[in-house]
């Protein structure tokens, strides 16, 4: 661990009671299950706001910023006037002593309290921090740099600019021991040019990085991947929460380059209370849409409480979240994806739903480890027809390329995925299939509530049903799930509702979709709760996530 982390371990059911409170835990697994579950993240970073009670250094309109940072020690609070403008790169030095240098904004009690997020208003009371298209960066790190947060700061580039990498924490060390750690970004608007767009926001590669209470927009290009947050190079832990979160690729993603440590995966991983967007204005347009989450490598992952909002096929094919490992560079086989939770959400307007890949295909990249230990428990997932696609709630796959594996160990239960709308696209399916060579092993599907779509539970050249569960799984349950629409051979214990008329939903045309009392499927699951997703479980978990501004959601017809 490094010297003075602001993490905390914690005994994971004391930490998921914190959260959401003792009626979670009653939807902890009963033992006798067939998959195996992840394991969640073991270190999580606090980072309660605790001002340092040293110097304080005072930077205002033309002043230096760079030489308050050089001689700025730990403990001291660096204050920038509220409004003006600094113009980097400015660079944190690795300083001895274990204290926190916080840079923060002049007008810090004019800005949300702690725990609140940001939105674009509030940054007149923030000073800028910019990055030219000549300079780079807006900010970076020297090796070992450490314990610097940056409170109701705005960072952006110059008027007009185009800047690849915003904010670089990391510079592709080599080693644990020269990562930059212990670096947050407290209530700050970091944005990419309305106009020109912008690579990346924040690159947190270093341990004990964490983004809270921030708005994070803007970031898009034509011909390249794009995100709000992106990590490839460091262990983690990492703490994403409570922020709006935009980007045209992937608004989070973790993976996607080789690691330049040996052995690396990013472990500890905490994504709470946040809204992905991307903004309907961007359909039709040319920059590169892709997906709102990504995995590619990572484990010990919490993904809990975020609302995933508005995507299509674009550059991929629309799905929201995507748990694939990926060897992009093929020199790094060790990647893996592997104990990833993914709990308590809700999908507003996705094309497709969550795609699972078991293994990489050995082609352009290289070998990965098999994804293995996946949760998918009591989200809600409305699939609506943005563009033309193929709406599928989940995609478990491996690839014909590689004859791979899995994936194993995958759990998906209580989540409630409605089909709405199919405009001119595939009528969808609720889960489609295929594993080449090996096939997927301990796999648990139960107490879902699910639309059939035009296909059911399927898979490539198999029927509907038992067919493709024993064509590509071993060791699996499939039970007490409602299959809207459903028909076909599946296991026992399965329902199979005509439509969504006959479920029993509390108002469905007015997006209520947990069950009345009267309900058929009240009380059924396996555990005696109600089939599909606890929706006022959810509710909870997301309240206050959205940051939507209506006029950022219009589609430019």
């Known amino acids: 661990m490094y010297p003075d982390t602001r993490s905390t371990i914690h005994g994971m059911r004391i930490f998921i009671a914190f959260l959401l409170g003792p009626a979670l835990l009653s939807l902890w697994p009963a033992s006798g299950e067939a998959a195996t579950l992840p394991t969640l993240p073991q270190t999580l970073i606090d980072t309660t706001y605790s001002p340092p009670s040293g110097n304080t250094i005072v930077v205002n309109a033309g002043g230096n910023l760079q030489t308050a940072i050089n001689n700025a020690v730990p ?3 660096i204050v920038l006037q509220a409004g003006a403008t600094f113009t980097g790169p400015f660079t944190l030095p690795n300083k001895a002593g274990s204290g926190w240098i916080y840079i923060r904004s002049s007008a810090y009690a004019s ?10 208003a ?11 298209a000549a300079g780079g960066d807006a900010i970076e ?7 610097y947060r940056f409170v109701g700061i705005e960072i952006g580039p110059a008027v007009g600019q185009y800047i690849s990498s915003l904010v670089d924490i990391g510079n592709g060390e080599t080693s644990l021991a020269a990562l930059p750690h212990d670096i947050t970004f407290d209530r700050c608007y970091i944005h990419g040019d309305p106009i020109a767009g912008g690579r990346r926001g924040v690159a947190m590669n270093g341990p004990s990085i964490a983004v809270v209470e921030s708005y994070v927009s803007d970031f898009k290009e034509v011909g390249a991947d794009t995100q709000a947050l992106w990590t490839y190079n460091s262990p983690g832990p990492l703490k994403i929460v409570n922020n709006y979160l935009e980007a045209a690729g992937e608004n989070f993603m973790s993976g996607g380059s080789g690691p330049a440590i040996t052995n690396l995966v990013p472990s500890d991983i905490e994504i709470r209370h946040n809204h992905f967007f991307k903004p309907l204005a961007w359909v039709g347009m040319t920059w590169s849409v892709k997906n709102l989450l990504e995995f590619k490598n990572g484990q010990r992952v919490l993904v809990e409480g975020n609302i995933f909002e508005n995507n299509w096929a674009a550059a991929q094919s629309g799905f929201a979240v995507q748990v694939t490992p990926r060897n992009d560079n093929g020199t790094s086989p060790w990647e893996a994806v592997q104990d990833i939770t993914i709990r308590l959400n809700k999908f507003i307007n996705v094309g497709q739903g969550i795609a699972m890949l078991g293994k990489d295909n050995g082609g352009a990249g290289g070998t990965t480890l098999v994804l293995e230990r996946v949760l998918i428990e009591n989200n809600l997932i409305l699939l609506q027809d943005i563009v033309s696609g193929d709406h599928r709630l989940m995609q478990i796959v491996n690839s014909a390329a590689f004859s791979g594996a899995g994936p194993n160990n995958l759990t998906v239960r209580h989540n409630t995925g409605l089909i709405l709308s ?5 009528p969808g399916a609720t889960a489609m299939s295929e594993m080449f060579g090996v096939k997927a092993d301990q796999f648990d599907f139960r107490d879902n509530l699910l639309s059939n779509g035009g296909y059911g539970f399927t898979g490539t050249g198999t029927n509907t049903g038992t067919a493709t569960l024993n064509a590509y799984y071993t060791n699996y349950t499939f039970t007490q799930n409602a299959i809207i629409g459903g028909s076909g051979t599946y296991p026992a214990n399965n329902f199979f509702p005509s439509n969504n008329a006959a479920i029993g939903f509390v108002d469905f045309a007015g997006g209520n979709y947990a069950l009345t009392s009267a309900s058929s499927l009240h009380n059924a699951a396996s555990d005696g709760a109600d089939v599909g997703a606890n929706i006022a479980l959810i509710t909870a978990a997301i309240s206050g996530a959205s940051s939507l501004v209506a006029p950022r959601n219009l589609r430019v017809q």
Do not use: C, Y
């Not at 800005?111 to 674009?120: A, N």
């Not at 790190?141 to 314990?147: D, G, L, M, S, Y």
């Open 75 to 77: 403990g001291d609070t």
């Open 111 to 120: 800005l949300p309290p702690p725990g609140t997020r940001v939105s674009i």
């Open 122 to 132: 509030d940054s007149v009371f923030m000073p800028k921090i910019v990055g030219t």
């Open 141 to 147: 790190t020297n090796a070992q740099a450490h314990n």
């Open 422 to 426: 199919v405009g001119s696209g595939s």
